[in-house]
Nanobody, 123 residues
Framework: QVQLVESGGGTVQAGGSLKLSCTTR????????LGWYREVSGKEREYVSS?????????AHSVKGRFTISQDFVENKHMMYLEMNNLKTEDTAVYFC???????????????WGQGSQVTVSS
């Protein structure tokens, strides 16, 4: 099964920046939306941002203007990134790379998940 492998994350002070990466096999998810969700313990996993190969990009209202999603193809790999700037304490969560979903659909309908990366923003 083709996996989504995440890297990045960590701990940063409020106002700081972090970058998450998600790597998968090039062109395997060509027809799918790729993106990011996040989950705080005890709460529903929530949509953060997504991108498609046609250039379509979308952000949740809570991160618009602070987060930037991008992607690149390097040899046989498809790399997706989430650059997070001006981080706030409320951005603290486990962030999951996701593939093949509809933005407004329940998160349980996402077809493929990465392993999750902890992002902690301290005050």
């Amino acid at each position: 099964q083709v996996q989504l492998v995440e890297s990045g994350g960590g701990t940063v002070q409020a106002g700081g920046s972090l970058k998450l990466s998600c790597t998968t096999r090039a062109y395997y998810f060509n027809n799918c939306r790729l993106g990011w969700y996040r989950e705080v313990s005890g709460k529903e996993r929530e949509y953060v941002s997504s991108i498609r190969n046609n250039g379509s990009i979308d952000y949740a209202h809570s991160v618009k203007g602070r987060f930037t999603i991008s992607q690149d193809f390097v040899e046989n790999k498809h790399m997706m990134y989430l650059e997070m700037n001006n981080l706030k304490t409320e951005d603290t969560a486990v962030y999951f790379c996701a593939a093949c979903f509809t933005i407004d659909a329940p998160w349980l309908e996402v077809e493929r998940w990465g392993q999750g990366s902890q992002v902690t923003v301290s005050s």
